[in-house]
């Protein structure tokens, strides 16, 4: 359906439906809360989701699912539209296998003949406008033969594009007609959901996020990384290494490879702890689909982190906060931590230390006193980040997420194995960490950040050093400043003759000292 008439037709449909009436219908101290349910029961209905999907045929059954898990996790807004993707992921359609070829020809700029003896046009996994086929490659790249591509719909992706281009001309116009949408800032909001929806897409991004996660555990016996297949990425299909896996849900066929339970739920906490708040890079919507166990000879039982799309970041300051407040609160240091958040900017700088400190006992207190069974660290984390919403204050939304990526990993390592520690797991993990930030390491870690600084204010130390002297020069000017300033270097010529003879006359009586010793 071309856009203009799209435009139209929902155009008609807001007219109809009377949307700045409904509006305005809203109780007044909650419209965004009785917004989104009359949305939903909209939706509910057959017609009317006939009508949204007719559309928006791509975002119609987004739309409702995000609407429907928003609800639920208001505070993950970006993380909850990703997971609501993944909720539709098992209503799209592969491409045929014909389709498919052609595809994958157009995708690469070649005909698969020159690069692939081998390649299965039936998709084994397929996702929201994205499909994934294995393939054999002709002549091997870093020692890897068998690959898997990731391909991107591009039919289904134009549409998506179409069809969010819409939203924002839809944004547009209620912020011309609206200051109710000027003050929710409906423009801007669209545009997020855009740029969500692409970075989902970005596949050059993607492999660059699967290259930077294995150099970081370059060496790990925990897990595998798969290698990118450079040459063959392109902006619509991603090449990597193929690697035999089982979901870590499976239990059956973990234990038929006899792959042990224990260990693998203790890495899956270690690992995650450690991409989040080590490294600061980790995946944001993480749960137990993008978590595979390696089933192949040479790396059984091994991690497989996967879906590397979606990634989030933890910036300096906010990795060493968690750190070092997780580590405050598993010690129940709870001034420590109230004094972190300050110092942090999460709490308003007239908040009162003891009255957070008291927050934070009354919430973290319950976890220490539960039985060892059932603690959970990751409960413990949210009351961490939490604690200072009573005070009007916040924490970013890279913390949040951490949080949460790191409760999915230890509900995982739990569902495999029951009588896993994660809580002395955690608490060893950011020990580590938070002891590696203030040794030696971190010190040199610290050095090399400013070193590039230091490398431009270097060779200006001399030119600094004449400015200094000038102004001390025109500072000296007159006869009494001339007559302090000669004193004071007098003064400093004795001290040092003084200290250069004391030197002199240690050294001579040391060595004396040792001649005679030495006799």
């Known amino acids: 359906m071309p856009l203009l008439l799209r435009r139209l037709l929902l155009l008609y449909h807001a007219l109809r439906y009377g949307a700045r009436l409904i509006w305005f219908a809203a109780p007044s101290n909650r419209k965004l809360h009785w917004m989104i349910e009359l949305v939903g029961r909209v939706h509910s209905l057959t017609h009317s989701a006939r009508s949204v999907h007719s559309l928006l045929p791509a975002l119609g059954p987004l739309a409702g699912q995000f609407a429907k898990t928003l609800v639920e996790r208001p505070e993950l807004a970006a993380s909850t539209l990703h997971d609501a993707i993944d909720a539709i992921d098992h209503m799209e359609t592969p491409l045929p296998p014909r389709e498919s070829e052609e595809a994958l020809t157009r995708a690469f700029g070649r005909p698969l003949a020159t690069l692939f003896s081998a390649v299965d046009l039936i998709p084994v996994r397929s996702g929201f406008a994205e499909q994934t086929h294995f393939a054999r490659l002709l002549m091997p790249v870093n020692g890897h033969r068998e690959v898997a591509i990731k391909l991107l719909r591009a039919g289904q992706l134009q549409q998506i594009g179409d069809e969010l281009a819409l939203l924002r001309w839809v944004a547009r116009w209620l912020e011309k007609l609206s200051s109710t949408a000027r003050r929710l800032r409906l423009r801007a909001l669209a545009q997020t959901f855009t740029d969500e929806i692409?970075?989902?897409?970005?596949?050059?991004?993607?492999?660059?996020?699967?290259s930077q996660t294995g150099h970081h555990f370059d060496g790990d016996t925990r897990l595998v990384v798969p290698d990118v297949i450079w040459d063959l990425c392109t902006s619509h299909a991603l090449t990597m290494q193929r690697v035999d896996t089982l979901p870590a849900t499976d239990l059956t066929g973990l234990h038929a490879h006899q792959v042990k339970l224990a260990p693998l739920a203790a890495h899956i906490v270690e690992v995650v702890t450690e991409q989040a708040f080590e490294h600061g890079f980790f995946h944001a919507t993480l749960d137990a689909r993008r978590v595979r166990v390696s089933i192949e000879p040479d790396s059984?039982?091994?991690?497989?982190?996967?879906?590397?799309?979606?990634?989030?970041?933890?910036s300096t300051d906010e990795r060493e906060f968690f750190v070092h407040?997780?580590?405050?609160?598993?010690?129940?240091?709870?001034?420590r931590l109230a004094e972190l958040h300050r110092d942090a900017g999460h709490v308003p700088h007239d908040t009162r230390p003891e009255l957070l400190e008291a927050e934070l006992?009354?919430?973290?207190?319950?976890?220490?006193?539960?039985?060892?069974?059932?603690?959970?660290?990751?409960?413990?984390?949210h009351q961490l980040l939490h604690a200072v919403i009573p005070f009007d204050g916040a924490v970013s939304g890279q913390l949040a997420t951490a949080q949460r990526s790191f409760h999915q990993a230890e509900m995982l390592a739990r569902a495999l194995h029951p009588g896993v520690d994660t809580w002395n797991i955690a608490?060893?993990?950011?020990?580590?960490?938070?002891?590696?930030?203030?040794?030696?390491?971190?010190?040199?870690?610290?050095?090399?950040?400013?070193?590039?600084?230091?490398?431009?204010?270097?060779?200006?130390?001399?030119?600094?050093?004449?400015?200094?002297?000038?102004?001390?020069?025109?500072?000296a000017r007159s006869p009494r400043h001339n007559a302090q300033l000669l004193a004071d270097i007098g003064r400093e010529y004795r001290r040092t003759r003084a200290l250069l003879w004391a030197c002199a006359l240690c050294g001579g009586i040391l060595g004396a000292g040792t001649m005679l010793l030495m006799r």
């Open 427 to 475: 608490r060893r993990v950011l020990a580590d960490i938070a002891r590696r930030d203030v040794d030696h390491r971190g010190w040199f870690q610290r050095i090399s950040r400013e070193l590039p600084h230091l490398a431009h204010m270097l060779p200006r130390v001399p030119q600094l050093a004449v400015r200094y002297l000038q102004q001390e020069h025109d500072r």
């Open 198 to 210: 692409v970075r989902r897409f970005d596949l050059r991004a993607e492999a660059a996020n699967l």
């Open 325 to 335: 407040g997780a580590t405050a609160l598993f010690e129940q240091d709870y001034g």
């Open 361 to 381: 006992r009354t919430r973290a207190e319950a976890h220490f006193a539960a039985a060892a069974d059932d603690r959970s660290a990751g409960s413990l984390f």
């Open 300 to 314: 059984l039982g091994r991690l497989v982190l996967a879906e590397f799309s979606i990634m989030s970041s933890l």
